[in-house]
Nanobody, 123 residues
Framework: QVRLVESGGGLVQPGGSLRLSCAAS????????MGWFRQAPGKERELVAI????????YYGPFAKDRFTLSRDTGENKIDLQMNNLKPEDTAVYYC????????????????WGQGTQVTVSS
């Protein structure tokens, strides 16, 4: 079992920045594909960014390109999401996710989810 703990959410003004972190604990002898999804009230959940096991390939949602950057530590148990130029439409609960799947389908299922952290972009 893997436990994912998120941190770094909060309230920020439009145009501001936030950095979300997610630390994995538990069975971290295995390596996982890890990343973030988000869900706003009344909207479907959407992919924000995912990094493959081995940290070579990253996938970003179309809204995240050029504004968000996903990084991963060398031990591959912690990821950070740097979010710049935030917009009100980025307001959502952001969830850290992980999967042990052999081949990653970014839009596929993830066995492990964090509890979520709220990001609110408002003036």
């Amino acid at each position: 079992q893997v436990r994912l703990v998120e941190s770094g959410g909060g309230l920020v003004q439009p145009g501001g920045s936030l950095r979300l972190s997610c630390a994995a604990s538990g069975h971290t002898d295995r390596k996982y594909h890890m990343g973030w999804f988000r869900q706003a009230p009344g909207k479907e959940r959407e992919l924000v960014a995912i990094v493959e096991r081995g940290s070579i390939t990253r996938y970003y949602g179309p809204f995240a390109k050029d504004r968000f950057t996903l990084s991963r530590d060398t031990g591959e148990n912690k990821i950070d999401l740097q979010m710049n130029n935030l917009k009100p439409e980025d307001t959502a609960v952001y969830y850290c996710v992980a999967t042990a799947a052999y081949h990653l389908d970014p839009q596929g299922d993830y066995e492990f989810w964090g509890q979520g952290t709220q990001v609110t972009v408002s003036s």
